[in-house]
């Protein structure tokens, strides 16, 4: 054995030398090992990177990259489960599930920056509370504000007392932004909310460094500065997006408590990642490209390494009777099939004169509009099977989502259809082969929607739908703007609508129905003293059998009212080549770059 | 000629008012509200009314229209509504990509047009123009879409040439290996119909008398189509390249879309669906100025390469 002891004053120089030569080396192999580069195309472009005014999911999934929030989500669980990301644990919920007390690992630091002057930036309590106030901020015209209304004690209070001074002092306190030291941040709510976790794993609640915002003020979107894994490294806008691995991250380790061995992907994220020190891909290049034949072009020519939400208008291709293509196959492409945490509909407005009410002949109306549309057609041919009949708003996969809960009134039926419209008195009065209203008035109802091909499709489905019940519709394809406005304001007798989760709880489809939310998210206007009043109940209740009674009681009232035609849950096909490994799709991540590895040789030996 | 001009730039003023009253109006009227857009998913009217109020958009539209004329003519466009990127910045770093492809477009569609025409119009009526025209009116039917969709599954896709898509921040790697094959679709789909016209062009100018003059005189055809025909259908030629000029400024929306070029084509329709008003304003109002220089431009070119037009 060679110790120190045994070592003599010749040999001790050589054994430095030969050390130092054979530590040389090793770092040239290390330098000179390729780098790790996933590339990848967006569908849309993105529009910044400040955390707290971002919407779009684009953006919001660069965020998810470059900053860390006190919680985010198991990479392989499911039903998705929130796990600590800079918080030492997720904490118990106090006082009746008013109070969260999180405390923040210590030694975690920003990535260096100029503004910092040279100095390690570590992240404390402090960088939490600024960046919920900035949500509240109006300057910042934060789209996520309403995460913060009316559920921060004080909150409300100090916004409106900001606004009357017309400056925002971000120095004031907050009595439920309660500021412990260095690492300790204590959320007091007004009300108990069991889904607060939820909103503090989102990837756009995520500590900002203030000397960075104040620093950066003309352009935050462009100077991301945070603790994540990767660092925007150059960025030509809604063009180019590159992203490196930060140098001095501590590391992430895969969890693989919670992955489904039976399950192919999260097998093989377990074999590819256990006992690694993530993130692993050295870069990250990423090109919004808004039109389908380029981007699936891209990856078919090796240019991308993924294919993110293959477009419907490729399926038949890619996917012929549901398999993989055999040239694909050969590749060795894997596909990722998702049901997204999504539901799409058409809003009934509750308020309308023709449809609008809760009287048994206008419920019976929009109950026959639901079943005379074909919503059969719609997955068959419009989306090309790859959507799955909505059963309630709550999509699959979300916690409150009942596997169980039928919703047959939503189903095409045109006999019922008419039945009800005959029963109701909706015939055709004058003669003229369309029906009337009961007082003898045209029914001639009108659809919203904002223009695209596939929206224009689903129009011609509802003319074509209703034409066979005897119903006539005017169609009218409008901005999107326009169509957000007209469905806040209530202008609108049916529009087409989407809903993405925002968090990963049956709670956030359910508010689109809550009386308290017309002119926000209740396009329907549908106010109904029962629904709210279970609303209101469940949200003082955690995830559990008595909540879940609740949900599905208001998912009943939703059915026998009829404020809404439920569509359906889409699925997204996500490819990959054999060379990206450990890949599985998060339903409420965007991203899952820090989770992934290349086989660089594999990778190579394909392009070449 | 100072005179002349001076007098045309003067006669520019009313253009641009009538110009900028028009963005103004239509997207006052017709461009949907970009608060709504910026507000997100969950806003209540109090948050739309206070981003109304941040983009200015609130006030009367007397003092939104003041505020655009001033923005005319200090060229300060502020920043994007949706990005917050500086207006100007968004312009500067756009165009360098759009002319890359479109530059060589222009070039190369113009002197192959002037070529093929010229020969066509001189076997006229033979199987070679007959057989061209038939061609040229059958590439003229098909939609662009059709061939952006064909060339790029073609060339990128099945026989590699090219790749499919992409940008560098290399302005020759750009060139030689992006560029190529936007460039060589938009020439195929413009070639047709500028082959056309300068047909017809030429036509009009081999039946003149100068024309059989010359070959009455003797002179070899090689001189009488090179020199007396070509250059008196260069004016025509000219007013039609002067034509299209502002839009290689502009690109092809589709070409700067299918093929990731960033440039200012993709930017103007990104902001239109964003209702980025600033973004909107810019473009047009310097796409009109730039216009009207063009034709200033080319209206003094005329002078030279016919001597018989004078400045009045």
Redesign the interface.
């Known amino acids: 054995m060679l110790t120190f002891r045994a070592l003599n004053p010749i040999r001790l120089p050589i054994l430095a030398a030969t050390l130092a030569l054979a530590a040389a080396f090793a770092l040239g192999t290390a330098e000179a090992a390729p780098k790790k580069v996933l590339r990848m195309a967006f569908r849309t472009a993105e529009t910044g990177f400040d955390p707290q005014k971002v919407y779009d999911r684009y953006s919001v999934g660069i965020c998810e990259n470059i900053y860390e929030g006190l919680l985010t989500y198991d990479y392989l669980a499911r039903p998705v489960k929130v796990v600590p990301l800079v918080a030492e644990s997720v904490p118990e919920p106090e006082e009746g599930g008013t109070r969260y007390t999180f405390r923040i690992k210590p030694g975690i630091y920003y990535v260096d920056d100029p503004v910092f002057k040279g100095r390690k930036r570590e992240l404390v309590a402090r960088d939490f509370e600024y960046a919920i106030k900035r949500f509240r901020d109006p300057v910042n015209k934060s789209p996520y504000e309403w995460l913060f209304e009316n559920k921060v004690a004080g909150l409300d209070e100090y916004v409106e007392r900001q606004k009357k001074a017309g400056k925002f002092n971000y120095d004031e306190p907050v009595t439920g932004l309660e500021v412990r030291g260095k690492y300790v941040i204590s959320f007091k709510l007004k009300e108990p909310d069991y889904n607060f976790l939820y909103v503090l794993a989102m990837p756009n609640v995520v500590p900002v460094a203030r000397e960075v915002i104040e620093g950066y003020a003309a352009d935050t979107h462009g100077h991301p500065v945070g603790t994540g894994p990767y660092v925007l490294k150059d960025w030509v806008r809604r063009s180019k997006i590159v992203l490196e691995r930060n140098p001095d991250h501590r590391g992430y380790e895969l969890d693989p408590r919670y992955a489904d061995m039976r399950d192919p992907f999260d097998r093989a994220a377990v074999e590819a990642l256990r006992g690694k020190r993530l993130p692993l891909i050295d870069r990250v290049e990423i090109y919004p490209i808004e039109d389908e034949q380029p981007r699936y072009l891209a990856f078919m020519n090796l240019e991308h390494d993924l294919l993110d939400e293959l477009h419907p208008a490729f399926v038949h291709q890619v996917l012929p009777n549901g398999k993989l293509n055999s040239v694909l196959e050969k590749r060795g492409v894997h596909v990722f099939r998702e049901e997204q945490p999504e539901f799409t509909y058409d809003s009934f407005n509750v308020e309308d004169p023709v449809i609008g009410g809760y009287s048994p002949e206008r419920v019976a109306l929009r109950r026959a509009l639901v079943q005379a549309h074909d919503r059969t057609q719609e997955i068959n041919i419009i989306r090309k099977q790859q959507a799955l009949p909505a059963q309630s708003p709550v999509p699959p996969g979300i916690v409150g989502y009942d596997p169980e809960f039928r919703a047959p009134s939503q189903d095409f039926d045109t006999s019922k259809a008419k039945a009800l419209l005959d029963m109701f008195g909706y015939v055709d009065r004058d003669g003229d082969g369309w029906r009337d209203q009961p007082d003898g008035k045209p029914l001639v109802l009108s659809y919203k929607y904002n223009v695209s091909q596939e929206t224009r499709q689903l129009a011609e489905l509802w003319v074509k739908s209703l034409a066979n019940v005897g119903i006539r519709m005017d169609t009218l394809g409008i901005q999107f703007a326009d169509l957000l406005n007209d469905k806040r304001v209530g202008k609108f007798q049916i529009a087409a609508s989407a809903w993405t989760a925002d968090y990963p709880d049956a709670q956030n489809f359910l508010q689109l129905y809550y009386g308290p939310n017309t002119d926000q998210s209740n396009e329907s206007r549908f106010k109904l003293p029962e629904y709210d009043r279970l609303y209101q109940k469940s949200l003082g209740l955690p995830d559990g059998p008595e909540r879940s009674a609740i949900y599905r009681e208001m998912n009943r009232l939703l059915l026998a009212y009829a404020p809404v035609r439920l569509g359906v849950h889409r699925i997204y096909n996500h490819l990959q080549y054999p060379w990206v490994r450990g890949y599985k799709k998060h339903p409420i991540l965007y991203t899952n770059f820090k989770y992934l590895d290349i086989d660089v040789a594999a990778q190579q030996v394909a392009m070449k | 000629m100072t005179a002349y001009v001076i007098r045309r730039l003067w006669q520019m003023i009313p253009t641009i008012a009538g110009v900028i009253l028009l963005i103004f109006f239509l997207f006052n009227w017709v ?4 608060a ?10 109090e ?2 009314a ?2 109304r109020k ?1 983009l200015g958009v609130d006030q009367p539209y007397w003092y939104q229209l003041w505020v655009f004329v001033q923005q005319v003519f200090t060229f300060d466009f502020g920043r994007s509504w ?4 500086e207006v100007s910045r ?1 312009l500067l ?1 756009r165009v360098g990509p759009t002319l890359t492809i479109m530059i060589p477009v222009l070039v190369i569609e113009t002197v192959l047009a002037v070529l093929f025409a010229i020969m066509v119009a001189y076997v006229r009526g033979s199987v070679t123009d007959r057989t061209i025209m038939i061609v040229c009116t059958v590439a003229m039917s098909i939609s662009f879409l059709v061939y952006i ?1 064909v060339f ?2 073609l060339f ?2 099945i026989l ?1 040439w090219f ?5 560098s ?1 290399s302005f020759w790697k750009n060139l030689f290996t992006y560029a190529p094959l936007p460039i060589m679709l938009a020439v195929f789909v413009g070639l047709a119909p500028q082959l056309r016209l300068y047909r017809s062009f030429f036509l009009d100018e081999i039946n003149q008398d100068y024309v059989r003059t010359a070959r009455a005189k003797g002179l070899p055809e090689k001189k009488v189509m090179l020199k007396h025909v070509l250059r008196n259908a260069m004016i025509p030629i000219l007013t039609n390249i002067g034509i299209s000029l502002p839009g290689i400024f502009v690109g092809s929306f589709l070409l700067e ?4 070029v ?1 440039g200012l084509g ?2 103007i329709i ?1 902001a239109v ?1 964003r ?1 980025d008003f600033p973004v909107i304003k810019a473009v047009t109002v310097y796409l009109a100025i730039l216009t009207m220089l063009i034709n200033l431009i080319v209206d003094v070119m005329y002078k030279y390469v016919d001597p018989r037009v004078s400045f009045k």
């Open positions: 461009g949907g509200d970009p709504q857009v910026l507000a997100g998913k969950i806003s209540n009217p948050q739309i206070n981003i941040q949706s990005t917050n990127e968004i770093t969709i790029q599954w990128g896709f590699g790749p499919v898509q992409g940008w921040e879309v299918f093929f990731s960033p993709r930017e990104t669906n209702s």
